[in-house]
């Protein structure tokens, strides 16, 4: 059995393939058949779906992609950019996010390239203190 490389074949998207067979359904003369006459329905849907969108303008190659807006990513990102900085705990309150999530986050973003610095950690053990509990450590972005 032969294997056909990805790169040989052009993608084609969603959009053309379903112009495609609408093209296709269209130069069929002959739509009489039961079978083929329950799809005249379809095919006026997809065809009204489709006149309804404008085409997506895709990016070219290598060009970086433009953010999506009101993300939890976002916001965290945010969060590490305010001169104050951020706890892992603020972001997991703010995100619904776990504590081990939020530092895999992290994680995650020294792999893109963002350097996560420590700006300070605040140790409570003593009197009168709420101990290893009580300490936390403020992140912030290295910029």
Same mark, same amino acid.
């Given at each position: &059995? ?9 993608? #084609? ?6 112009? +495609?067979?609408? +093209? /296709? ?9 039961? &079978? ?5 329905? *379809? &095919?006026? /849907?997809? $065809?009204?779906?489709? /006149?309804?969108? *404008?085409? $997506? ?10 953010? $999506? ?8 990102? +945010? &969060?590490?950019? !305010? ?5 892992? +705990? @603020? ?7 776990? @504590?081990? #999530?939020?530092?895999?986050?992290? /994680? ?14 605040? !140790?409570?053990?003593? *009197? ?16």
């Amino acid at each position: &059995m032969a294997r056909v490389s990805r790169s040989a074949t052009p993608r #084609t998207s969603l959009r053309d393939a379903a112009a +495609a067979v609408l +093209a /296709a359904w269209d130069d069929e003369a002959d739509h009489e058949g039961d &079978m083929i006459g329950a799809l005249d329905a *379809p &095919m006026e /849907a997809l $065809r009204t779906l489709l /006149a309804g969108k *404008p085409a $997506r303008v895709a990016r070219k190659a290598g060009a970086p992609r433009k953010p $999506r807006e009101g993300t939890k990513q976002e916001q965290v990102l +945010a &969060m590490l950019r !305010r001169p104050e900085g951020t706890t892992v +705990a @603020q972001i997991a309150e703010a995100t619904g996010w776990a @504590q081990h #999530t939020v530092r895999g986050f992290f /994680a995650g973003l020294k792999k893109k390239g963002h350097a996560v610095e420590v700006l300070e950690r605040i !140790r409570q053990v003593g *009197p009168n203190k709420t101990g290893a509990k009580g300490s936390f450590t403020i992140y912030a972005l290295a910029e």
